[in-house]
Each structure stands twice: as structure tokens, then as C-alpha cells.
């Protein structure tokens, strides 16, 4: 089943925390293997609200180790992954009822001081009764703030970081579970199973648990370990409506519940609306977005847009999971968003180390933390490297994406421009190794369509571990927002054969 018999660590859950664990591994001079049941990214990280940011409401929890790392974390992703994230600004409007003006002024004070910003601008007031930030918006909101943070495409990010890992030699193996794991003469021996149910096993010098939503499941069931500490599994789920406003900003709302919801641009033509905090006491493969949790975002978006939306006009939802480390809040989204990590008592046997909570703006800064605490069983590893690493396909250069694409239209000068565009985001500098020797559209195979065609396809197959048609669709691409059924089908067909 695997390359190798015995490895220096087995990762074990291939979303943003693992894929960066073994990523900061490798690069130490581990051998590492990652294993993930599913697709990489298939849940919490593919399901997230798509920002890279410090958290703004979680300075009035006092959480200012966390808001300061996330910020730091924020410059390094604009750095690392320029082709997956991008500075957007966001626009809060003002609601006396909820917030005093000075107390956001403070909060923003306070986040601007703590970024340290590079390449961000700051915070400031803005008048909403003007153009552009008044698009859309009820006419009663007449005074506002506006801040600097980021979006990424979430589930691109894990490719981007599992790529990067495999070319440091880490084997990865999507669709394969670690279904049994014992200590063995002062190493692990897991028993992998495939999608096919062929088993094997594999010997692991430490092993991490990076499993998520079902990291205490595999303390208790895989390694047969007790867990003195819980896990609260928060649902957050968001909506995709039809484009509510015109313009690039964010907006951040203030909720009568104290929350704040998130709308901003998504894709061609729509608007991204998130997220809730529910706590799911059943299983985490039961994650859904609810009808409650429709009307809630609706709800929200009615109170400060123009257009009323109704939970008939949800083009798209979809729902994550928040594995957080139990804290003790009766209130879901009071329980801290920062992680932990444990090294499980296994009497004495080799290192298991589990990873509870985080967030997608932080995972390098997790995994790095995570890597040192393995020091002591290999003393010999390297040191930290990868706060200036560029990830897979990140290495624009000085002109950045606006140069790539430049190069693009004088090499491809028959690319029409949104499927020059949406290359240049999704794969950076790798989208000349993806077209190769193509002369025409012809030479890029089967239209599916949106500009989806088979030479993209076949590469999320060969070389980025796509097996199903929602691999393509929800996760390599957004395409499944942009096809009709009919088109989704014949991706689906398509990648099943293919991969089969």
C-alpha cells in the first residue's frame, strides 16, 4: 500500500492542519506519510468562510494571542500563496443599538496596531450615504467603518500545501483510513484500508492526529486511548445568493445576537453570506446546513440590504465543521477559536500527537508549533523554515498575478479571459506546465463547460488526487455553481472513469 514500510511520522487527516504538518516535517528531514479517509480538504477545510484574518470579534473575548498570531499569519499567506489569497476591504456598518461608534473605533485601533501590516491599509470611518459602499445597502445606514483582511479559496490552499509537501517527498494517500493503530516495540503499527478495502500496514517512528472533527473518535476507537478533554463540534454554515451588491468590498454585520455575519463577492455573479454557530451533538458526517440556519443568515441580510431574500433564493449552501478544544462556554461561539495541541499518554510508547481546533489562517503557525514538539524523539531534525516559503504555484515574481496573466495573453493570446483568469488564480506559475504544447481551445479536449475544460481535468486527476466528480466541481473548482446538471454529470462520468 505505501512506498515504504516504515516512516518518521504518520499524519492522519488530510485537511489544512495535517497538509501543513507534514509539509514542516518533511522539510526537517522527516519522512512522513499522510493519510486522509476521504478527499484532501474534503471537509472542514474545504467548508470554512474562505478568509484569511485576525478575527475581529475575538478581541472582545480577549483573545489577543491568537488575534496577533492570526494577523502575523495573514502577511506570511500573502507572501506564500499570492495566487490564492487576495486583500479585500471590509466595510462594517455603524448600528448604534448594538456597538458604540468609539468601541469599534478601539477594536480597530487595537487590530491595526496588532497586524503589524506590510502591504495592508489601515482601518478608518467611512460615510455610507455615498457611493461606492452605499450599493445596495438600506438607505438607513449612513455611518460605517472599513478594515483590511483576505480571502482565500479554501480547499485550493490544502492542494497548494499537499503539493508542496509531495515534492519534499511526503507520500500522500487520499482515501485511505488508519482504521487500527498499536504501539510495537517502541514504534506504531497502523493498519491502513483503501477506498478498495485493501488493507496493509505501516510503522510510524510518532504519529499525528490531524483528523479533525474526528480527532477524539480516533484517540478512543483507532488507538483505544482515554481522552481527558473534550471536543465541542461547532456547525457553521453559509449561503451563495445572487449577487446582493455591486463592488469588491466585504461586509461585515453586526448581528442582534452579538455575532457578526460576513457577506462578500463570490465567483461570477454571487454573493458568499456566512456563517452560523450551532453545536452538532450527533455525527460529524451529519453536518448540514439547516433550514433554521437559512432563515437566520436571510434574516440578517435583510436588515441591512435592499433586496429581501428569502430562503428560496439560496442558489448554494453549504456547512463546516468547528473541531474546538472544550473550554467550558455554554455558548458556542464564546468557545475559543484557538487550538491545542496534546500528546496522548500511551503508558510510555512512542509519541501520538492530536491537534484540537484552529483556524485556516493559522495552520502554518500550528504546524510548526506542532513539528517542535516532536524535537525530542528526533534531535536531529532541522529547524523551523517555512515562514518564507512560497507554496506550490506561488512564485509570481515581482509582477505578480497581474503579471502572470500578462504572460498568459502574450503565450495563450487565444485564452478567452475568464478562463485566463480563473487558471491564473486556481494554479499560479504551474498553469504553463497544465497547457503545455496547446495551440487552440481544441488542444485543451472536451468543453464541459464555464470554461472547464478536459486538460484541467485530467491534471486534478494526475496530479492533485481527484477521484469524484464533487473533487472537481466544489473543491479543484467552483464549476459546480456555474454548470447545469446535465454538464455536472458529465464531469462526474467523466472523472469516475478516468480515475477508476
Given at each position: 500500500m505505501t512506498n515504504r514500510d516504515s516512516v518518521d511520522v504518520l499524519v492522519v487527516g488530510g485537511g489544512i492542519n495535517g497538509a501543513g504538518i507534514a509539509l514542516?516535517?518533511?522539510?526537517?528531514?522527516?519522512?512522513?506519510?499522510?493519510?486522509?479517509?476521504?478527499?484532501?480538504?474534503?471537509?472542514?477545510?474545504?467548508?470554512?468562510?474562505?478568509?484569511?484574518?485576525?478575527?475581529?470579534?475575538?478581541?472582545?473575548?480577549?483573545?489577543f494571542r491568537l488575534v496577533a498570531e492570526a494577523l502575523r499569519e495573514r502577511e506570511v499567506l500573502l507572501n506564500t500563496a499570492p495566487h490564492l489569497v487576495r486583500a479585500m476591504r471590509f466595510v462594517m456598518p455603524h448600528v448604534p443599538q448594538l456597538r458604540p461608534a468609539?468601541?469599534?473605533?478601539?477594536?480597530?485601533?487595537?487590530?491595526?496596531?496588532?497586524?503589524?501590516?506590510?502591504?495592508?491599509?489601515?482601518?478608518?470611518?467611512?460615510?455610507?450615504?455615498?457611493?461606492?459602499?452605499?450599493?445596495?445597502?438600506?438607505?438607513?445606514?449612513?455611518?460605517?467603518?472599513?478594515?483590511?483582511?483576505?480571502?482565500?479559496?479554501?480547499a485550493r490552499l490544502v492542494i497548494a500545501v499537499a503539493r508542496s509537501a509531495q515534492a519534499r517527498g511526503v507520500q500522500i494517500r487520499p482515501r485511505t483510513a488508519c482504521i487500527a493503530?498499536?504501539?510495537?516495540?517502541?514504534?506504531?503499527?497502523?493498519?491502513?484500508?483503501?477506498?478498495?478495502?485493501?488493507?496493509?500496514?505501516?510503522?510510524?517512528?510518532?504519529?499525528?492526529?490531524?483528523?479533525?472533527?474526528?480527532?477524539?473518535?480516533?484517540?478512543?476507537?483507532?488507538?483505544?486511548?482515554?481522552?481527558?478533554?473534550?471536543?465541542?463540534?461547532?456547525?457553521?454554515?453559509?449561503?451563495?445568493?445572487?449577487?446582493?451588491?455591486?463592488?469588491?468590498?466585504?461586509?461585515?454585520?453586526?448581528?442582534?445576537?452579538?455575532?457578526?455575519?460576513?457577506?462578500?463577492?463570490?465567483?461570477?455573479?454571487?454573493?458568499l453570506v456566512g456563517t452560523t454557530d450551532v453545536e452538532l451533538h450527533g455525527e460529524p458526517e451529519n453536518c448540514a446546513a439547516t433550514g433554521e440556519e437559512l432563515r437566520y443568515l436571510c434574516r440578517a441580510v435583510n436588515r441591512y440590504f435592499q433586496r429581501e431574500v428569502t430562503v428560496e433564493d439560496v442558489v448554494h449552501r453549504y456547512a463546516g465543521i468547528r473541531p474546538l478544544?472544550?473550554?467550558?462556554?455554554?455558548?458556542?461561539?464564546?468557545?475559543?477559536?484557538?487550538?491545542?495541541?496534546?500528546?496522548a499518554d500511551s503508558a510510555g510508547g512512542p509519541p501520538l500527537l492530536s491537534v484540537f481546533g484552529g483556524k485556516i489562517t493559522t495552520y502554518r503557525a500550528l504546524a510548526e508549533q506542532a513539528v517542535d514538539k516532536l524535537r525530542p524523539g528526533f534531535p536531529q531534525m532541522g529547524a523551523q523554515w517555512t515562514q518564507n516559503a512560497v507554496l506550490e504555484g506561488g512564485d509570481l515574481g515581482a509582477g505578480g498575478l497581474a503579471g502572470l496573466q500578462q504572460r498568459m495573453v502574450r503565450e495563450y493570446p487565444w485564452l478567452p479571459q475568464a478562463v485566463r483568469v480563473g487558471l491564473a488564480h486556481r494554479h499560479g506559475t504551474n498553469v504553463g506546465v497544465l497547457l503545455g504544447n496547446?495551440?487552440?481551445?481544441?488542444?485543451?479536449?472536451?468543453?464541459?463547460?464555464?470554461?472547464?475544460?478536459?486538460?484541467?481535468?485530467?491534471?486534478?486527476?494526475?496530479?492533485?488526487?481527484?477521484?469524484?466528480?464533487?473533487?472537481?466541481?466544489?473543491?479543484?473548482?467552483k464549476h459546480g455553481l456555474h454548470l447545469t446538471p446535465a454538464q455536472q454529470r458529465a464531469v462526474t462520468a467523466y472523472v469516475e472513469q478516468r480515475a477508476s
Open positions: 514542516d516535517a518533511a522539510g526537517r528531514g522527516l519522512s512522513v506519510l499522510l493519510v486522509e479517509k476521504n478527499d484532501l480538504g474534503g471537509a472542514t477545510s474545504s467548508a470554512s468562510s474562505k478568509l484569511i484574518h485576525g478575527g475581529l470579534r475575538y478581541l472582545e473575548q480577549y483573545e468609539w468601541m469599534i473605533r478601539a477594536g480597530l485601533w487595537l487590530y491595526d496596531l496588532l497586524a503589524r501590516r506590510d502591504t495592508l491599509p489601515g482601518s478608518a470611518g467611512i460615510d455610507l450615504s455615498r457611493p461606492p459602499y452605499n450599493n445596495g445597502l438600506q438607505p438607513a445606514l449612513r455611518k460605517g467603518f472599513i478594515y483590511s483582511d483576505c480571502w482565500v479559496d479554501d493503530l498499536r504501539p510495537d516495540s517502541g514504534q506504531w503499527c497502523a493498519t491502513l484500508q483503501s477506498a478498495q478495502g485493501v488493507t496493509g500496514e505501516i510503522r510510524a517512528r510518532c504519529v499525528i492526529n490531524a483528523a479533525g472533527p474526528w480527532a477524539k473518535k480516533f484517540l478512543t476507537d483507532i488507538a483505544k486511548l482515554e481522552v481527558p478533554f473534550g471536543l465541542r463540534l461547532v456547525q457553521g454554515s453559509h449561503i451563495i445568493l445572487p449577487r446582493l451588491y455591486e463592488g469588491e468590498h466585504a461586509f461585515i454585520l453586526q448581528n442582534d445576537d452579538r455575532r457578526v455575519i460576513f457577506a462578500y463577492p463570490y465567483q461570477e455573479g454571487y454573493t478544544f472544550d473550554d467550558g462556554s455554554n455558548n458556542p461561539s464564546q468557545v475559543t477559536r484557538d487550538y491545542a495541541l496534546r500528546l496547446a495551440a487552440g481551445l481544441t488542444g485543451l479536449g472536451v468543453d464541459f463547460g464555464a470554461g472547464l475544460y478536459q486538460r484541467e481535468v485530467d491534471w486534478f486527476i494526475d496530479q492533485e488526487w481527484a477521484m469524484s466528480g464533487d473533487d472537481v466541481l466544489w473543491r479543484r473548482t
